[in-house]
């Protein structure tokens, strides 16, 4: 069984509004036992918008990130010496998240989520993860057949085509089923000790120094190969419903002015967090969001999400 432990992990000393969004929803609606925000730095280096929701609020943990993390893992000390060679802050948080759930038990959550539903009875299982619809699965690489490609990027352009059109997420939402799925670690749940990550352990030790410093090698690619996007008893994968509502580049229609009145479609009857995929800061919105932009955006479905969680500090 997996403990009500949620942990989320932050580089930089600036928390955007965003991060801690992410954090006060999920310990408003799951209501965790503990609630950890692992940081670089010391608690009391940290500001930003994030930081003024969280600071005060009682139950949630700034933690700060230190060699302990990754000792007893068994795994030939292959995560503590990588961490020190990874320079991107993506690629050590994927170390972090395995070395956390490992020894410790709980879920992971990357920072670009709202927590919407509580998850308790997926607590049940002995670890979880979401699949979510790619358009370029990571098997298509090995394929030399051509037509492959070509329905790959005609799922590509198709879902791009939708992020424009209007009420984009309800007519791309049938087609759906025609893109690949695959394992994503973004929401990670593990009971302490999961073989699970001993065979990701296992697999990181049997790359060579090249690809293991590569982008997403210890992340998606690393999911994928030791799940082989199948649910197993170590590790049970939910559908694209309970975690990735709107897949990637679709969940721009969150953002979008006038979805609000639609967020009861955007969610999903098993839809427990939304992960909103913070890419579309800079790919679509070409800016950060903050509480200004909500302020510009009162009609928005993130704006309205953002809304409800804010309010209730003050309830």
């Given amino acids: 069984m997996i403990p009500n432990r949620v942990f989320f992990i932050w580089f930089g000393n600036k928390i955007p509004l965003t991060t801690g969004l992410a954090i006060l929803s999920t310990k408003q609606v799951q209501k965790p036992e503990e609630t950890i925000l692992y940081i670089e ?37 292959i995560c503590s010496r990588l961490y020190k060679a990874l320079k991107k802050p993506v690629s ?33 299982r002995k670890g979880f993860c979401g699949l979510e619809p790619v358009a370029f699965p990571q098997k298509l690489f090995a394929s030399k057949n051509p037509f492959f490609y ?12 939708c992020v424009y059109l209007p009420h984009g997420e309800q007519i791309f939402r049938p087609t759906e089923k ?12 593990s ?25 997403y090698r210890l992340g998606t690619h690393i999911m994928q190969k030791v799940t082989q996007n199948k649910s197993s008893e170590s590790m049970e994968l939910f559908p694209p419903a ?5 897949g990637p580049d679709i969940s721009m229609h969150l953002f979008r002015n006038g979805s609000a009145k639609r967020l009861d479609k955007i969610l999903l009857p098993q839809t427990r967090i939304i992960h909103w995929y913070n890419s579309v800061e800079k790919k679509y919105l070409r800016q950060q969001l903050n509480m200004k932009w909500l302020e510009e955006h009162p009609t928005s479905a993130f704006a309205k999400l953002a809304r409800d969680i804010i309010s209730f500090l003050y309830l």
């Fill in 191 to 215: 009971e302490a000790g999961n073989e699970f990550f001993e065979k990701a352990f296992a697999e990181i030790n049997a790359m060579n120094e090249e690809e293991q410093l590569k982008h």
């Fill in 92 to 124: 050590k948080t994927n170390l972090l998240r395995y070395a956390l759930l490992y020894k410790q038990g709980g879920v992971y959550l990357d920072t670009d989520i709202i927590t919407v539903r509580p998850w308790d009875d997926l607590l049940q």
């Fill in 41 to 77: 730095s010391g608690e009391g280096e940290m500001s930003g918008e994030g930081y003024d929701l969280i600071k005060d609020v009682p139950g949630i943990t700034l933690k700060k990130i230190d060699d302990s993390i990754f000792s007893d893992l068994g795994d030939n000390g």
């Fill in 242 to 246: 309970y975690f990735y509502p709107l």
């Fill in 150 to 161: 070509m329905f790959a990027w005609v799922r590509f352009l198709w879902r791009l085509l």
């Fill in 178 to 189: 025609l893109f690949s799925l695959s394992a994503n670690g973004a929401i990670l749940g």
